[in-house]
């Protein structure tokens, strides 16, 4: 379906859920709802039905709005990668196509913040929800998987489209800015970064969405081959792997 919307739904203290719409239809998709209130608001408002819920992983800022939720709208579908207490679910995984009444999403696995995360992408619209896998300049805490787990997962995303509209589950952008400025000292991409980043966060207050293949030049924990990366890497002697460690566990004590 043409024209769908992408509304950002804040949550908690900075977690983003995500609804999705056609302006003719009154079919909604929500997707990691931590918090109902402010959802069902919206979609009252603009009079939409939640007919979907998407998870992309269990922790419970992506999940604790699910239950409520389903009390407002019975009738809704949920799709995760596993298990909701309480609740019938329907089970994804990698490489199953979701046809929805707007859109179809792919489903791509992508372990290493936790087991079970998936990503979803909607090839037709451009959209790809990346839940805690991908941060705008960094990347999720690796909780459950391994470094090579997370690196794959990683690279799964920079094997995808350019032209895609990444939707994170997190405003990190500023934190994880000030890591790099102080790996990459005085670095004049990460300048370039930085303005356009803030001009972003003035105008919409948020940093969030953000272009995937803008993303592929300057985040080292998405492209260890980036140009500011390849410079830190080669003066190391770090391989793609070593380098992103080397980020990942700076990053945890940051
Ligand atoms: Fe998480």
Redesign the pocket.
């Known amino acids: 379906m043409e024209n769908l919307s992408v509304k950002i739904i804040s949550q908690l203290s900075d977690n983003y859920c995500y609804a999705i719409y056609e302006k003719e239809h009154s079919s909604s998709i929500v997707i990691d709802p931590a918090e109902a209130e402010n959802i069902i608001y919206y979609l009252k408002e603009k009079k939409l039905n939640l007919e979907y819920i998407f998870i992309t992983?269990h922790?419970s800022?992506?999940t604790s709005g699910v239950l409520d939720l389903v009390k407002e709208y019975p009738e809704v579908k949920i799709y995760s990668p596993s298990d909701l207490a309480t609740l019938s679910t329907n089970k994804i995984s990698h490489d199953d196509k979701i046809k929805t009444s707007i859109n179809e999403f792919e489903i791509i696995s992508a372990p290493g913040?936790?087991l079970d995360h998936i990503i979803l992408c909607d090839h037709k619209n451009n959209f790809l929800f990346v839940?805690?896998v991908l941060f705008r300049l960094g990347c999720?805490r690796i909780?459950e998987g391994t470094y090579e787990q997370m690196q794959t997962s990683l690279q799964k995303i920079l094997n995808l489209s350019d032209d895609l509209t990444v939707y994170c589950?997190h405003e990190y952008t500023k934190n994880n800015l000030k890591f790099l400025e102080q790996i990459f000292d005085k670095n004049m991409i990460l300048e370039q970064v930085k303005k356009e980043i803030f001009k972003d966060i003035s105008s919409n207050g948020k940093s969030i969405p953000f272009n995937l293949g803008e993303e592929k030049k300057y985040n080292p924990f998405l492209n260890q081959e980036c140009e500011m990366g390849s410079e830190f890497k080669q003066k190391n002697k770090y391989s793609n792997l070593d380098f992103f460690k080397f980020l990942r566990e700076k990053k945890d004590h940051f």
Do not use: E, L, S, V
Request: aromatic residues 10%; hydrophobic residues 10%; charged residues 20%.
């Open positions: 992983h922790h800022d992506h913040h936790t839940g805690d999720g909780f589950g």
